[in-house]
C-alpha cells in the first residue's frame, strides 16, 4: 500500500484553494510500488513504469506513401514531361527485384519497399500510361510521396516515456515496434464506503427517510475509467467507533480510502471524528464549489506506521463529481505513477450571467451550442442544485469559475472543462 506521512497533506488555512492541493499531491505523494509485465491487450490504461526504447527504425525501410511510380528524380525533365519505362512492379511485402536505372520507372503501391536508386513516388493519378512507359509531369519536388527508413521512430530513441497512461496510440506503436509486453505500474488499489443512515442500496426497499445510494456508482465508475482497482465495501451507517474500524482494515491492503457523505460540520457527521481515531485529517475544506466539504488526511497502518492516503467527499452527487474531479483525479494519477496531466480549460463564450464571491472556485453545469461567426456559447443549467444528478447527464462539461471573479456576464470568455476530459 502508499506509504504515507501523516503531515503530508499538510495546510495552515482555513480553505485550501484547489491549486494548493494539486501542488500538496504532485510535491508530497509517491507512486506505489509494485510492476509486472502485461501483454499489449492488458496494457491500455495503465502507466507505463519505464521507458520503452525503439529496438528498430519506424519505418524499418523506406517505402512509398502512395499508389504510384517510384522514379529517380536527378533523371526528370525540370520544364516538361518526362517518359520512363516501367521497369518493374512491387508490391507491399516485396522488394524490387534490381536497382532503378535512368530512364526506368517502377510501378509500386503504398508501403512497399523503394528500390534502390528511386528516391520520389508519383501518385498515379497524376500520370498517364503510353504501352510499356509512364508519363510524369514536371514540378514534383525530390522526395515527394516517400517515407524514409526511421523517419516515425529511430532506433535507441525513446518511444515511449515512464508515466504516460497507455492509450490505444501508444499501445499500437509498441507493437509497430514489435514489442509484445510492457512494464506497467501496479493499479492502485482504492477501497469506497457510503456512509450514513439516510441511504439505501438500490433494489431494496427504502425505509422513511431514506434515498438510494448513487455516489458509491458514480465513484466506482469514475475510478475504474482511471485505472484504479477498486474494492466496494458497501455502505456504513452513522456508527462513529464501526467506521472507524472499517478505515482502519480498510487501510491496511489499501493504497487509498474514500468515502462519500460525513465531512461537513453537522452534528450526524461522523467520518471526520472516525478518521481522527486511526489516522490524521489534515484538512477538511477546500475552496471549491460545490462540494467544500472535502477532506484529505491519512490512515496508519496496523502497527502505527504510515498507512493508505484518505479523501472523504460530501454527501451530495453534484459535489462528489465536482470534488472526485479536481481532488481524487490528480491523487489517483500520481499514486500511479502518471506524468501529471493539468487539466486545460478550453475557452468558450458565457450564455448566461452569473455572481459568486471572491476566494473560492466554482463550477458551472453547462451545454455547448453553436454562436455566431462559428463560436461557441455556453448555456447553463436552470437547476444548481449540488443533488440534481440529472444536471450532470444532461449537459457537457463544468464551467471554471476563478477565485478572483466575482460576476460573469453573457459574452463573457469562460473556461470549459469537456467531462471527456474530466473523466478520463
Known amino acids: 500500500m502508499a506509504q504515507l506521512s501523516d ?57 512509398s506513401a502512395v499508389d ?102 501508444h499501445v499500437a506503436l509498441a507493437s509497430a515496434l514489435g514489442i509484445a509486453a510492457l512494464a506497467v505500474r501496479r493499479r ?41 482497482a477498486v474494492t466496494d465495501l458497501g455502505i456504513l451507517g452513522d456508527q462513529p467507533d464501526r467506521l472507524a474500524a472499517a478505515l482502519r482494515a480498510a487501510a491496511t491492503d ?46 496508519r497502518g496496523p502497527r502505527g506506521d504510515a498507512g493508505a492516503a484518505f479523501v472523504g467527499l460530501p454527501g451530495n452527487p453534484v459535489a462528489v463529481f465536482v470534488t472526485f474531479v479536481r481532488v481524487v483525479r490528480p491523487l489517483l494519477l500520481r499514486l500511479a505513477g502518471a506524468e501529471p496531466e493539468p487539466l486545460i480549460a478550453l475557452p468558450v463564450k458565457a450564455a448566461f450571467s452569473y455572481r459568486k464571491k471572491k476566494g473560492r472556485r466554482e463550477y458551472v453545469r453547462v451545454t455547448l451550442a453553436p454562436a455566431g461567426e462559428g463560436g461557441v456559447a455556453a448555456q447553463k443549467y436552470p437547476r444548481e442544485g449540488a443533488g440534481v444528478l440529472s444536471s450532470l447527464t444532461e449537459t457537457d462539461g463544468l464551467a471554471e469559475i476563478g477565485e478572483d471573479v466575482t460576476a460573469i456576464e453573457p459574452g463573457a470568455t469562460i473556461g470549459f472543462l469537456p467531462y471527456a476530459v474530466l473523466t478520463s
Open 7 to 63: 503531515d503530508c497533506f499538510a495546510f495552515s488555512g482555513p480553505l485550501m484553494p484547489v491549486d494548493e492541493v494539486e501542488r500538496l499531491i504532485a510535491a508530497r505523494v509517491a507512486p506505489v510500488g509494485g510492476i509486472e509485465q502485461v501483454a499489449l491487450p492488458a496494457a491500455l490504461g495503465r502507466v507505463l513504469a519505464a521507458d520503452v526504447r525503439a529496438p528498430v527504425d519506424l519505418p524499418p525501410f523506406a517505402n
Open 68 to 169: 504510384g511510380y517510384a522514379v529517380r528524380h536527378a533523371g526528370l525533365d525540370p520544364h516538361g514531361e518526362t517518359r520512363l519505362r516501367i521497369a518493374d512492379r512491387v508490391t507491399a511485402g516485396r522488394a524490387a527485384g534490381t536497382p532503378l536505372v535512368a530512364g526506368q520507372a517502377v510501378r509500386i503501391f503504398t508501403g512497399a519497399p523503394m528500390p534502390d536508386g528511386a528516391d520520389t513516388v508519383f501518385m498515379q493519378e497524376d500520370t498517364r500510361i503510353e504501352d510499356d512507359s509512364v508519363v510524369v509531369p514536371a514540378g514534383l519536388k525530390l522526395g515527394a510521396n516517400r517515407r524514409l527508413a526511421g523517419e516515425d521512430v529511430t532506433a535507441g530513441s525513446v518511444a515511449l516515456r515512464a508515466g504516460c497512461r497507455l492509450s490505444p496510440p
Open 188 to 228: 492502485v488499489r482504492v477501497a469506497l464506503f457510503s456512509t450514513g443512515d439516510e441511504i439505501s442500496e438500490p433494489g431494496t426497499a427504502l425505509a422513511p427517510a431514506q434515498v438510494y445510494d448513487a455516489n458509491r456508482q458514480l465513484v466506482i465508475g469514475l475510478l475504474q475509467r482511471l485505472g484504479g
Open 254 to 299: 489499501h493504497d487509498l480510502v474514500l468515502t462519500t457523505g460525513g465531512v461537513s460540520t453537522g452534528e450526524a457527521d461522523y467520518v471526520r471524528d472516525a478518521v481522527a481515531q486511526v489516522g490524521r485529517l489534515v484538512f477538511w475544506r477546500v475552496a471549491i464549489k460545490p462540494g467544500r466539504p472535502v477532506a484529505m488526511g491519512v490512515i
